[in-house]
């Protein structure tokens, strides 16, 4: 399914409308690649000339994510960063809590061992998130060098 049926699928599930301004932000994101944070976001609909509030976007944000269309990274300091799913295959993340720096990676064994706990407990695994947070070979050097 295109991501503009689906989330006008999930809104109206939602007894929501698509509203100009939640097509903006569909738009918006749909054109941003990587791992995005809000004020990119906001950045972007200034250059377009569709301006869109902070509050607007926040509201706006938990419903892409609901609707499959988007993934929420946690960083650092209570500060999240976003990227498209639609599209692209499954994948998970590492993290530096240092630089910020997000890493991919898809790993058949992890997968696989998710899939086995899940089955094990006769869970139903609608999606999972697998986040590693810590220091990228960059900043792992720097602490060590700094530490002598
Ligand atoms: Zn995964
Ligand atoms: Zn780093
Ligand atoms: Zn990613």
Redesign the pocket.
Known sequence: MQAIERFADFLSRNRLKMTRERRVILDQVLGTRG?FDVDQLLAGFRRAGHPVSRATLYRNLPRLIEAGIIHK?EMAHGQARY?LMVGRHH?D?LICTDCGL?L?FESHDVERIQDEVCRRRGFVMTGHTHQIRGHCAACAGRRRRRRG
């Open positions: 791992h990274l990227e994948h993340h997000i991919e």
